[in-house]
């Protein structure tokens, strides 16, 4: 009925809300897109002076929430009530507002 990345990544959601194991094994699925996100917000941004291991960490601060909204969401995309998304759609924009409420906060004058 939907595609196989679709149906994992969904099951790997239900693992995650489920118990820490599924949920550093969702991080782990989920670090490369994380990772290239974060990379793209500081060119984008033109944030030299700010270090992608500083960012890194604020890009995963909406994660629990989005799982769970999502998870929500996906009920309604399965039964065909919703347009079907896969999660990192959804979590792209989180990632990104993560990073810019942490550069306002801690360099003010770097982002508008």
């Known amino acids: 009925m939907f595609g196989k990345r679709f149906q994992r990544e969904l099951d790997m959601i239900c693992d995650a809300l489920e118990d ?20 793209k917000f500081i060119s984008d941004n033109n944030l030299p002076n700010v270090m992608y291991e500083e960012l890194l960490p604020a890009g ?4 629990d929430k989005d799982l769970k909204n999502y998870n929500e969401r996906a009920e309604m995309m399965t039964e065909r009530k919703n347009d079907l998304y896969y999660f990192s759609t959804y979590f ?4 990104k507002h ?6 306002k906060a801690k360099y003010p004058t770097q982002i508008e």
Do not use: C, D, H, Q
């Open 20 to 39: 820490e194991e599924g949920r550093e094994e969702f991080i782990k699925y989920m670090s490369p897109f994380v990772e290239n996100t974060v990379k």
């Open 60 to 63: 995963w601060t909406y994660l």
């Open 92 to 95: 792209a924009w989180y990632i």
């Open 98 to 103: 993560g990073i810019s409420e942490y550069v």
